[in-house]
T-cell receptor, first 114, second 118 residues
Framework: AQTVTQSQPEMSVQEAETVTLSCTYD???????LFWYKQPPSRQMILVIR??????QNATENRFSVNFQKAAKSFSLKISDSQLGDTAMYFC???????????FGGGTRLMVKP | GAVVSQHPSWVICKSGTSVKIECRSL??????MFWYRQFPKQSLMLMAT?????????EQGVEKDKFLINHASLTLSTLTVTSAHPEDSSFYIC??????????????FGPGTRLTVL
């Protein structure tokens, strides 16, 4: 079974600063995908970034980047130049090899302070 | 593009009532739709995967007779909570994908439906 762990239930950051959200996972799969999703107060889930496990290059999406450490099974999300609109719950998730199971972490509540 | 809607956004019903939740992909055809459940301050739990024209695949522990899923067209999937009870109260979220039915495909999420069973 896959498990995804987000060890930081809550975090805060000052506007314009950088913050890193942690995520570790445990899987026996050889190929899988990792995701970070954002859920703002509206509760609409939004895909932030997607990483394929067989790609060594860390995915980036504008101000969002990941540090993917496959051997350590770590997949942290770095948000640069934090904006007030980044305030949300952030969920890390992983799939299995067959692509028929998506497991979410418990989430990290991020508050960006003005 | 890639907008997914859900209706209703919030429904309150009496125990024993069956409630239908609709999930629509508004500007694309979704080969696969996923249904999730989210309890307050908790993460999302995948309930089932549905492909257009075929039976849904339910995750372990999810009662298929309790949560009926119909995916009649490429733009519409419905989740019916049959004989709802207070413990079914939750936030139900659907997502749609144009991929090959894998959760690893990019999913576009709906805004969710809050179900409150009295």
């Amino acid at each position: 079974a896959q498990t995804v762990t987000q060890s930081q239930p809550e975090m805060s950051v000052q506007e314009a600063e950088t913050v890193t959200l942690s995520c570790t996972y445990d899987t026996s799969e050889s190929n899988y995908y990792l995701f970070w999703y954002k859920q703002p107060p509206s509760r609409q889930m939004i895909l932030v970034i997607r990483q394929e496990a067989y790609k060594q290059q860390n995915a980036t999406e504008n101000r969002f980047s990941v540090n993917f450490q496959k051997a350590a099974k770590s997949f942290s999300l770095k948000i640069s130049d934090s904006q007030l609109g980044d305030t949300a719950m952030y969920f890390c998730a992983s799939t299995n090899n067959a692509g028929n199971m998506l497991t979410f972490g418990g989430g990290t509540r991020l508050m960006v302070k003005p | 593009g890639a907008v997914v809607s859900q209706h209703p956004s919030w429904v309150i019903c009496k125990s024993g009532t069956s409630v239908k939740i609709e999930c629509r992909s508004l500007d694309f055809q979704a080969t696969t739709m996923f249904w999730y459940r989210q309890f307050p301050k908790q993460s999302l739990m995948l309930m089932a995967t549905s492909n257009e024209g075929s039976k849904a695949t339910y995750e372990q522990g999810v009662e298929k007779d309790k949560f009926l899923i119909n995916h009649a067209s490429l733009t519409l999937s419905t989740l019916t909570v049959t004989s709802a009870h207070p413990e079914d109260s939750s936030f139900y979220i659907c997502s749609a994908s144009i991929g090959q039915g894998r959760v690893s495909d990019t999913q576009y999420f709906g805004p969710g439906t809050r179900l409150t069973v009295l």
